[in-house]
């Protein structure tokens, strides 16, 4: 469950920074300061989190280390094996369906603006 959190978190938050950095690379150099300001100091922020959550990350991952090290000891080669790649693929999962979410999304939106413009 925390992986799941973790990995969420940190797709969020690059997400986000993402959008940020592409709002501040698209700003013109006629747009008001304030905006500048408020764009960067939020790019700061997200930039702090992405940092907290990697840190996160790097916590359940030595979690998962010490759970599994237990785990080995109670399964059997094949079922442990089976327990490794299930805990390896929850993360490319997760990342996968948080992409396909924002895909999605995207062509959500860009089915509405197209229907707006008919």
Known sequence: GDLDKVVNLLLSLSGRLARVETALGSLGPHAPAED??????????????????????????????????????????????DYQHFVKMKSALIAEQRELEEKIKLGQEQLRCLRESL
Not at 52 to 59: P, R, S, T, V
């Open 36 to 81: 500048k300001v408020a764009l960067r100091e939020k790019q700061r922020l997200l930039a702090a989190q992405l940092e907290d959550a990697k840190e996160l990350k790097e916590h359940v991952g030595r979690r998962e280390e010490a759970v599994g090290a237990m785990v080995a000891r109670y399964l059997p080669a094949e079922h442990l094996q």
